[in-house]
């Protein structure tokens, strides 16, 4: 039961390729139960769960996001190594998709509200960002999850 004097918090964790799962859930709070996002202190996401909560929070359409996935699943699939064979540029189509679909004011939208989870590489810690200065700076925390931790294993 939610607590509405406590307030709550929405999470959408880690899940690499299965991202598009966020999505539809973050899609269904919407359309079912706008009140859990509209009324939540905080949205936090980690890896691909950032991704949709960047759209989510952030003024994005969550319909373009899930198409814009099954693109990216479809473009990989096109090749020998999937999202592993050379040609496949995963850091270009997740930044053309974040910037055609996010508006220019995303980060005021997503500032104090949307929190992004990242490991700091230099001693494993967990950090939390969720002060953005530009789209551009959603973008590219968005990219450094969905790219450096997947392919890296950091």
Same mark, same amino acid.
């Given at each position: ?59 994005? /359409? ?7 996935? %099954?693109? &990216? $699943? ?5 090749? =020998? #190594? ?51 200065? /530009? ?7 968005? %990219?450094? &999850? $969905? ?5 890296? =294993? #950091?």
């Amino acid at each position: 039961m939610l607590d509405r004097e406590r307030g709550w918090s929405v999470s959408f964790a880690g899940c690499g390729f299965l991202g598009v799962y966020h999505i539809g859930a973050a899609t269904c709070l919407q359309e079912r139960a706008p009140h859990v996002i509209r009324d939540a202190r905080h949205i936090y996401g980690a890896s691909a769960g950032a991704l949709a909560g960047a759209v989510l929070v952030g003024g994005g /359409s969550l319909a373009q996001a899930c198409a814009d996935v %099954l693109s &990216l $699943a479809k473009e990989a699939r096109k090749r =020998n #190594l999937g999202p592993l064979h050379p040609s496949f540029n995963v850091i270009k189509i997740i930044r053309d998709g974040l910037m055609r679909n996010l508006p220019e004011n995303t980060h005021q939208l997503s500032s104090g509200r949307l929190c992004i989870s990242l490991t700091r590489v230099s001693d494993g810690k967990n950090a939390l960002i969720s002060n953005f200065n /530009s789209k551009e700076e959603v973008v590219q925390v968005c %990219l450094f &999850l $969905a790219t450096v931790k997947s392919f890296c =294993n #950091l």
